[in-house]
């Protein structure tokens, strides 16, 4: 592996650079209390966040079905843009992960299953509007991670080819659309994840257990 850092690092965004789940968390709880159902406990709802809002609304709607649940995602969705960022923070460690890529002369990236409409004003109030290179979110095109699409689309944009990238996201779903992206992936493990999800079988090039592990075992380096 290369001593320098790799020419582009992309991430997702919720359980990778950012913990959103309190903000997540309270919206889910106001729509709950809006349906007079129970609320659910952060702890029940935090490990499945990074598997989407249909996910969250499972956990958190038990009784419902498909097409109930379904009904409900624009009034949660809804909920969590009127709070984006209240409770949000970045995970201990980002901040120097970002300025150490950045002092490396490489640049970084963030690529979400999160509708572009809720990650780009939560970008902006990070302050990470001039400083992100490029930002795609799950309906900026066709079809959304696993699939491919969006982190090859990020390399088009940006004139660098997917051998040469970086992508560390805390979902296997983010693993699988690095690796048939043909880029290096490196699973975050301290984001959400249910207990019987185990990373071992994603098939990540690496697994980091905190941020800073990706600068003292070099895992944002080229290949």
């Given at each position: 592996m290369s001593d320098r850092i790799a020419p582009l690092v992309l991430f997702d965004l919720?359980?990778?650079?950012?913990?959103?789940?309190?903000?997540?968390?309270?919206?889910?709880?106001?729509?709950?209390?809006m349906?007079?159902?129970?609320?659910?406990?952060?702890?029940?709802?935090?490990?499945v966040v990074s598997k989407g809002a249909r996910a969250?609304?499972?956990?958190?709607?038990?009784?419902?079905?498909?097409?109930?649940?379904?009904?409900?995602?624009?009034?949660?969705?809804?909920l969590y843009e009127k709070s984006l960022a209240q409770h949000s923070r970045l995970f201990d460690g980002?901040?120097?992960?970002?300025?150490h890529i950045e002092?490396?002369?490489?640049?970084w990236g963030i690529v979400t299953n999160k509708p572009y409409y809720l990650a780009e004003p939560l970008v902006a109030k990070l302050g990470w509007s001039g400083r992100s290179a490029v930002l795609l979110g799950g309906d900026s095109l066709p079809r959304k991670k696993p699939d491919p699409d969006q982190l090859l689309h990020a390399c088009a944009v940006l004139s660098v080819e997917p051998q040469q990238v970086v992508y560390i996201g805390d979902?296997?779903?983010?693993?699988?659309?690095?690796?048939?992206?043909?880029?290096?992936?490196?699973g975050a493990?301290?984001?959400?994840?249910?207990?019987?999800?185990?990373?071992?079988?994603?098939q990540a090039d690496?697994?980091?257990?905190?941020?800073?592990?990706?600068?003292?075992?070099?895992?944002?380096?080229?290949?």
């Open positions: 919720d359980g990778t650079l950012l913990d959103s789940a309190r903000d997540l968390h309270a919206a889910m709880n106001a729509l709950l209390v349906k007079s159902e129970p609320v659910i406990a952060f702890d029940e709802f935090r490990p969250m609304l499972k956990q958190s709607f038990k009784q419902a079905d498909d097409r109930q649940r379904e009904s409900l995602l624009p009034e949660f969705l809804g980002i901040d120097a992960v970002l300025a002092a490396g002369a490489s640049r979902d296997e779903r983010d693993i699988q659309a690095a690796n048939a992206a043909d880029m290096r992936s490196i493990l301290w984001g959400y994840r249910p207990l019987d999800d185990d990373p071992a079988r994603w690496a697994l980091a257990d905190t941020p800073m592990e990706l600068i003292t075992r070099g895992l944002m380096h080229s290949t």
